[in-house]
């Protein structure tokens, strides 16, 4: 018999529109969809639809000069109710890192109002034959299986990481040179249901670093027990009854603040960092990253660009930088070309820097978790040196060990320095570092969009170089060895470029005028490459106790 299919009780009702000028900014709640001024093109101003995912009061910056409090005090009591709220929303159709805090001074409340749709009951799946269970017990063989938070999120984060095997046999390619080729069939990436966001987005995260999640098992519900040690008089002040604890308070609670225990496939988190200063750039975060909660809603926050230690204020940041003597990454210098170099470092002996790179990098990836025990990973910092020092560029995170043979566990490219070509050459030298070890690598899956990207970039300027310049015929496996690319990377990449074909009985690698016309018009651009001879390192070699973490 097949599995019965649901009953539906009809469509969802359509959602319940307000017209302008029905309604007030008081009453918009969380989920509405309204109309929201934002700057456009050209210094334009556009109306764009987005949806409130969060409001607040106006915070006050608690570390400004206190010259200014009375005026700031002063301001605070003429400000109308629309200057007093912000709201955290989420721009229809737009990436998921513009999402952004407004004041209720750009929301239109001319334009129409959308209400959020009410959710529908949960349908349950059964099979038919399955016994119905009496309300109020436990179906056999589940009485003692707790319900883990992060199931489902383990789960995709398994499947996604898995690694694909390796051909056990080497296929021999000729390669040609066409002005055309069959497209082959697209391939998709099958996404679980609790991963999918936006269906115009690419559903691949980059959520692979050095930190993990920590997970909490329970029924769901919060207990709150009272361990005090004070005794209970007639003129003490009686506990607050259970019922005033509620699950959405106490999520709404985590959501906004910088804990970092809770569940991330279950709460979505709203960003708490406007801007952040490193050195002379002032950058604008992408995501929730949990800083300490004393720091969150800042105007700006100030980095220390050389130990990355963070303040709330620009005069403590000078302060510090009179007692700071850090010029460079904590670590060993393993190559240096120009003014370009990289530094080796251990998370186990510089845990704190280690960590404070983990915290800035949380602000421009998302679901990306974060984890204090950095000791597992090995860190390899980009810099660029001028007069005051080695500014941090970018890094990556390396498994001292790893059973996948990951070479990369997380990569970034700090905002002011994007659209450079530092991301490539962050992907080249790790791809040195993998031909050094005599091993092929590949990144932690899944990838980010942007991830995803620089290295489809990557893969296919080294594969089609090493076609143009090979004479004969090539193995996937030869490429693989040369390149130090997995044979899967190789061959998601051939087929992307619709480089494979099928003449007479064998397979052939079709170089079209597309793909050399691309190739060409990259080479023109000169970038920057790694050059081997300037690396000065040797694969480290781990005891079994230096492998023990945690202990």
Not at 88 to 95: G, I, K
Not at 272 to 296: C, D, M
Not at 340 to 352: N, T, V
Not at 400 to 427: D, F, M
Request: proline share 9%.
């Amino acid at each position: 018999m097949s599995p019965s299919t649901p009953v539906n009780d009809g469509p969802l009702p359509p959602p319940v529109i307000n017209p302008g000028g029905t309604y007030t900014l008081q009453s918009i709640s969380v989920g509405c969809k309204v109309y929201i001024s934002r700057p456009g093109p050209n210094g334009t101003t556009e109306e764009r639809v987005a949806e409130i995912l969060s409001i607040r009061d106006k915070p006050v910056n608690p570390y400004a000069r206190r010259s200014n409090d009375v005026k700031e005090e002063e301001e605070a009591d003429n400000k109308t109710p629309e200057e007093k709220l912000e709201f955290f929303v989420h721009w229809d159709q737009f990436n998921k890192r513009l999402d952004d805090w407004v004041s209720g001074t750009r929301i239109l409340l001319h334009r129409d109002l959308e209400w959020p749709r009410p959710k529908a009951p949960p349908v349950k799946k059964a099979l038919n034959g399955t016994p119905k269970v009496p309300p109020g017990k436990v179906p056999p063989g589940k009485a003692h299986r707790p319900n883990n938070l992060l199931k489902a999120a383990t789960s995709n984060a398994a499947l996604g990481a898995s690694p694909a095997p390796t051909p056990q046999h080497s296929q021999i390619f000729s390669i040609s040179r066409a002005s055309s080729s069959p497209a082959p069939p697209s391939l998709k990436r099958k996404v679980p249901h609790d991963e999918e966001e936006d269906p115009t987005e690419e559903a691949y995260d980059f959520d692979a670093d050095a930190d993990g999640d920590m997970e909490i098992e329970g029924d769901g519900d919060l207990e709150t027990f009272d361990l005090s040690l004070t005794d209970t008089g007639p003129d003490s002040q009686e506990p607050p009854p259970f019922s005033a604890f509620s699950k959405e308070q106490e999520i709404e609670k985590l959501r906004t603040s910088g804990s970092l225990t809770q569940s991330v496939s279950e709460i979505a988190r709203v960003k708490n960092l406007n801007r952040l200063q490193i050195g002379k750039h002032e950058v604008e975060t992408w995501y929730f990253s949990p800083y300490p909660k004393e720091y969150a809603h800042l105007p700006v926050l100030y980095i220390c660009e050389f130990c990355l230690s963070f303040f709330p204020s620009p005069f403590m940041l000078s302060r510090h930088r009179q007692r700071c003597n850090l010029l460079h990454p904590p670590g060993n210098e393993i190559y240096r070309h120009e003014d370009i170099s990289f530094f080796e470092i251990d998370g186990k002996r510089q845990l704190s820097w280690c960590r404070n790179l983990s915290l800035l990098s949380k602000c421009f990836l998302d679901h990306k978790t974060l984890y204090y025990d950095v000791t597992p990973f090995m860190y390899y910092v980009m810099a660029i040196r001028d007069s005051a020092g080695c500014h941090i560029i970018g890094y990556f995170s390396k498994e001292k060990e790893s059973a996948e043979n990951y070479n990369v566990a997380c990569i970034l490219t700090l905002p002011h320095h994007q659209r450079h070509g530092y991301g490539k050459l962050l992907i080249e030298f790790s791809y040195e570092l993998s031909k050094k070890e005599g091993k092929l690598g590949s990144p932690e899956k899944p990838l980010s969009d942007l991830g995803l990207l620089s290295y489809r970039a990557y893969w296919s300027e080294v594969v089609v170089e090493l076609l143009m310049e090979w004479d004969g015929d090539i193995s996937i496996d030869e490429v693989a060895q040369k390149t130090s690319i997995t044979h899967a990377d190789v061959m998601n990449t051939c087929i992307t470029l619709q480089l494979f074909k099928h003449y007479k009985g064998q397979h052939l690698i079709v170089l079209n005028d597309t793909v050399l016309q691309r190739h060409e018009k990259l080479r023109k651009k000169n970038r920057r490459r790694i050059h081997p001879e300037n690396l000065r390192w040797k694969p480290p070699v781990f005891t079994r106790d230096q492998l023990r973490f945690g202990w």
